[in-house]
């Protein structure tokens, strides 16, 4: 089983649809959770940290569920500048982020 | 600077060059990270630095493959002999600290091609 886990999608919505992608880690011990967008061809850039209550940001809310060790990222009232690639990645203690491979979404007008 | 600055942007050679990579992290940030990414792929971890601690290597796929970091600043990442597979894109990053709850901000990367 990989560290880190994402369905790689694509997730093809139409615009104003809302849509969830989670990511399974296997580390039980992780303290530290992160979701990045990355888009065609440029780097990662960081979405928003995971905190254990969960957290908002806009139209964007980010849990963490340790019992079943996953988070998760909600998007609201999808943008076609949300087409991306969303990236999770989890620190299992060692200082070294492991990555997921990300899940592609495709907002459609 | 106000972000992580990588140099080249992209860079071009034959096979069985060396090439320089350069990583200018975020001003105050003791952490540096390099990966790379192949087209479509996940990204790939290379080598970490922290302050002055000794760097962690384990991701560098061959001894072709080393890193240094002076100053605890800037950092070069340096492939000797390059071969067709050492094309991807490289990408720097740079976190506050290395604790665990800080997030790693990244440069533009660089493409590298191996003709």
């Known amino acids: 089983r990989k560290e880190v886990e994402q369905d790689p999608g694509p997730f093809n919505v139409p615009e104003g649809a809302t849509v969830a992608f989670n990511c399974t880690y296997s580390?039980?011990?992780?303290?530290?959770f992160f979701w990045y967008r990355q888009d065609c061809r440029k780097e990662p850039k960081l979405l928003m940290s995971?905190?254990?209550?969960?957290n908002e940001d806009g139209r964007f809310t980010a849990q963490l569920n340790r019992a079943s060790q996953y988070i998760s990222l909600l998007i609201r009232d999808s943008k076609l500048s949300d087409s991306a690639t969303y990236l999770c990645a989890v620190n299992p203690r060692n200082r070294k982020l492991i990555w997921g491979l990300g899940t592609s979404l495709a907002v459609n007008p | 600077g106000a972000g992580v600055s990588q140099s080249p942007s992209n860079k071009v050679t034959e096979k069985g060059k060396d090439v320089e990579l350069r990583c200018d992290p975020i001003?105050?940030?003791?952490?540096l990270y390099w990966y790379r990414q192949s087209l479509g792929q996940g990204l790939e971890f290379l080598i970490y630095f922290q302050g002055n601690s000794a760097p962690d290597k384990s991701g560098l796929p061959s001894d072709r493959f080393s890193a240094e970091r002076t100053g605890g600043s800037v950092s070069t990442l340096t492939i000797q002999r390059t071969q067709q597979e050492d094309s991807a894109v490289y990408l720097c990053?740079?976190?506050?600290?290395?604790?665990?709850?800080?997030?790693?901000?990244f440069g533009d990367g660089t493409r590298l091609s191996i003709l």
């Open positions: 580390n039980s011990a992780s303290q530290s």
């Open positions: 001003s105050g940030h003791t952490a």
């Open positions: 990053a740079s976190s506050r600290t290395g604790a665990e709850n800080q997030p790693q901000h």
């Open positions: 995971v905190y254990s209550s969960g």
